[in-house]
């Protein structure tokens, strides 16, 4: 009887030892679904990001992207493609939007604190409307922010500007449309698996025709949803949800976001 109470002791201690030495799950960190956020993809580790986003109003129209990220040598440089199209049902045009290829340096990283990477992208005219006219290369540069307030919450804050050129003229110079973006976002670790999250983006956009008229447009989106984790050996797979309301000078729209991402090593 001694020896059995030794033996079950032991396992005991072994067991308490397992649990004790064992990793707690690390949180998500992924991209949100209107956002960025400022971490880098880790050395041999690729992640393809899916979003659909469908409007009802004023016309129907599926808007998909897909993004596929890469670490250049280590987490301090990432390279980064990202391909959207949209699907008109009814009214306007279907087809390839303008292609990005992005850099992204990791400038700060302190482990659960801080993080920040800007990025610059280069806009191939590859949309329907730029392949039949405008052709310039344009330019987007972009600066995201990360923070974990406490080990349960997680801010995002994001500014961009974008430049897309005329046809012959420098992107710095000849300016044809200049989009800004200013985005906030806060993300509660409800558990390391399951994320509710807000996003907040101010968008504004000014556009010169060939006749040099101007016209700008500024929208919000308001956009509350969640994403869940789920781990298959070394595959995570993260499905997300989000209901973005955008308000415009003249009228509010509503949509549903599907977001889909899997991570995995190379």
Known sequence: MQRVKIILAGLLVSIASCVVAQEPLRPLEDNSFLLEEAFNQEAHVIQHI???????QPSRA???????????GS???????SVPATLMREGGTSG?????????????????????????????????ER??????????????????????????????LSLIPRRSEPALF??????????GS????????????CELVFTSETAEDNNGVVEQTQDLTISPGFRF?????????????????????HETRSGILLYLSFEHPF
């Open 50 to 56: 899916f979003t659909a986003i469908f409007n009802q």
């Open 62 to 72: 599926l808007t998909i992207n897909f993004t596929q990220e890469w670490p250049v």
């Open 75 to 81: 987490q301090l440089h990432q390279f980064s493609l």
């Open 96 to 128: 390839l939007n303008d292609v990005l290829l992005n850099y992204r340096f990791q400038l700060v990283a302190v482990e659960n604190e801080t993080f920040i990477a800007p990025r610059v992208s280069v806009i191939l005219p590859t949309s329907v």
């Open 131 to 160: 392949m039949n006219g405008e052709k310039g290369v344009g330019l987007q540069l972009a600066f995201p922010y990360s923070h974990y307030v406490s080990p349960g919450w997680i801010i995002h804050v994001n500014g961009g």
């Open 174 to 183: 000849g300016s044809k449309l200049i989009s800004t973006m200013l985005g």
């Open 186 to 197: 806060g993300i509660w670790l409800a558990s390391p698996r399951f994320n509710i999250l």
């Open 229 to 249: 984790g789920i781990d298959v050996g070394a595959l995570q797979i993260v499905p997300g949800l989000a209901f973005p309301i955008i308000v415009g000078a």
